[in-house]
């Protein structure tokens, strides 16, 4: 690493963790500020509460942080006139961004590394401890296919890893040829196991004479492989709250079950494509910033820059909210997008450039 690359580094990262820091600030604060009354008086709760709002925050702070330091950081290099020492000691304007446009992508790696670990249920932890819900999460009445089964638990406890009063129904074209009945069921090595079963078999053939039930009992079974509690929880309230690696297993599940994936995809594409928005942001300040500042608007290069950041952030924010209302395919309103953006931010970048 040349000492270029150092300064310019040393310089954006700097603006970078002032402008996050600041963000995530005035997020949590207005948050804080907003559920005041609800928040539980214990000092524990009231720091997960900060550290989850935190993290559901910086999933937004981050990439705005990161155009908005580049921005910051042109900006005192246009000031100071440093973009003509750049220019003077022979550097390239791929030399001046590429260190920023790299660091960037390392960031944006790790905020979605993170997203791969529980704290990808921020938001739905701190939803928790505002309803006083923290250490009790139940759910009831859930109903389910699996592959030719229908699955019912009375109660699910997805924290716990365990379920109670489960009824399992195998079903054959219309006909219910199997029950299963358990007390208790419990989510261990990727699959659940239903204690103390009561199995009953239909007879195939139905007759007065000699037609009856088959009824015996097992102290366990399994089912469900692969179906972990929190994916059962998210899927059956129709959360929008899934860890990268949980919504991969979920999609894989539902998929083989002939169900619509269309939301488990958005909410994918969300947290592992449209992040990277700003790189293609960041190449375009660049493009259109100048050498120096003699005549040069920098107010109206901060504002434009600021806006239109703000500007495509909400146009993709706007299309995953639709795709995960199930109007519009994930593949057309995210990806299709996404890649629009690209080819036209390097077509005007190159244009710019070269004028």
Do not use: C
């Amino acid at each position: 690493m040349n000492i270029l690359t150092k300064y310019i580094l040393k310089k954006y990262l700097i603006n970078f963790i002032i402008v996050l820091i600041s963000l995530e600030f005035f997020f949590v604060g207005i948050d804080i500020l907003q559920n005041f009354k609800s928040i539980p008086q214990s000092a524990n709760l009231q720091i997960l509460y900060v550290l989850y709002m935190g993290f559901f925050t910086l999933t937004l702070t981050l990439p705005l942080s990161i155009v908005f330091a580049w921005i910051v950081t042109l900006v005192v290099f246009i000031k100071n006139n440093e973009f003509v020492a750049f220019n003077a000691l022979g550097s390239t304007n791929k030399r001046i961004f590429l260190p920023v446009v790299n660091i960037s992508i390392l960031l944006l790696i790790m905020l979605i590394s993170l997203q791969m670990t529980p704290l990808a249920y921020s938001s739905d932890q701190k939803s928790k401890i505002l309803s006083n819900q923290y250490f009790t999460n139940t759910k009831k009445d859930i109903f389910l296919k699996y592959n030719d089964y229908y699955v019912y638990f009375k109660k699910l406890f997805p924290l716990e890893k365990r379920a109670e009063g489960i009824h399992i129904f195998k079903v054959s074209g219309k006909d219910v040829i199997e029950t299963i009945i358990g007390e208790k069921a419990y989510f261990q090595n990727n699959r659940w196991y239903v204690l103390d079963v009561k199995i009953i078999n239909k007879p195939k053939d139905l007759n007065l004479d000699n037609s009856k039930l088959d009824i015996r009992y097992e102290k366990f079974l399994h089912t469900l492989d692969g179906f972990k509690p929190k994916i059962l929880d998210n899927v059956y309230d129709n959360k929008s709250d899934f860890s990268i690696l949980d919504a991969v297993s979920a999609l894989t599940l539902l998929k083989e079950q002939g169900i619509n994936t269309a939301k488990i995809r958005s909410i994918l594409y969300n947290q592992t494509v449209i992040p990277f928005f700003v790189i293609p942001l960041i190449l375009l300040i660049f493009a259109y910033a100048s050498l120096n500042s003699r005549f040069f608007n920098m107010g109206k290069f901060t504002s434009i820059s600021i806006f239109g950041t703000l500007i495509i952030w909400g146009i993709f924010f706007m299309l995953f909210k639709l795709t995960n209302g199930g109007i519009i395919l994930p593949e057309v309103s995210i990806l299709l997008p996404m890649l629009f953006w690209i080819i036209i931010s390097i077509y005007f970048y190159n244009k710019k450039i070269n004028s």
